[in-house]
């Protein structure tokens, strides 16, 4: 799927099936970006929703500059920080809620490998400052561009490189000997 772009020029053609698609393919992702904003997986999911609602009804919005993902992450962003406006207080869900949720299917062994190692990388990166964790999330576990990381974060591309090289260097003392091996 190219970005989404033809799923959702598809979709604007009328095949309905094609936004199941779109929304397959980026649910996930979404919502545990978001729930780095809102700390709570029930609400995130929600805002997630509320974005493909949005993509849905004001269809002549997205223009293809950007990748779809890119455009999709904006708006959770957008409504994320409204959201954390509107409240007061805000309730705070553990962070490894959000990593459950972002959990591939696989097999038990691989998770099993996987998991203190990611556990180590998800905790540290917890600790950082939250532009530099929204940086590190989009750059390296969205595996967006900088550029595209950028448009979701309302920065230059050199605001997002700055943060990335400082998360990196806090992570590192963060994780200690074996941030090394991890980073």
Same mark, same amino acid.
């Given at each position: ?5 033809? *799923?959702?020029?598809?979709?604007l ?9 779109i ?5 996930? *992702? ?35 500059k ?6 999709l992450f ?10 954390? /406006?509107?409240q /007061? ?45 929204t ?15 950028? /448009? ?10 700055n943060?990335?090289?400082?998360? /990196?260097?806090?992570?590192? *003392? ?10």
């Open positions: 799927m190219d970005n989404g772009a033809s *799923s959702f020029r598809r979709f053609d009328g095949d309905e099936s094609a936004f199941d698609e929304m397959k393919e980026y649910f996930r *992702s979404l919502v545990f970006f978001i729930c780095r904003y809102v700390r709570d997986v029930n609400i995130a999911e929600d805002i997630a929703i509320d974005a493909f609602s949005d993509l849905c009804v004001h269809r002549h919005r997205y223009n293809f950007v990748s779809l993902k890119t455009y904006m708006i959770g962003r957008s409504r994320a920080l409204d959201y954390l /406006k509107r /007061k207080h805000a309730e705070t869900v553990g962070f490894s809620d959000a990593v459950e949720l972002a959990s591939e299917d696989g097999e038990p062994a691989d998770a099993v490998l996987q998991g203190e190692r990611k556990k180590a990388v998800n905790l540290a990166v917890a600790k950082l400052p939250p532009e530099m964790a940086a590190v999330h989009l750059v390296y576990i969205e595996e967006m561009t900088y550029d595209e990381a950028a /448009k979701v974060m309302k920065r230059s591309r050199k605001q997002v490189d943060l990335l090289y400082r998360a /990196k260097k806090e992570l590192r *003392s963060i994780l200690g000997e074996e941030g090394r091996q991890l980073l």
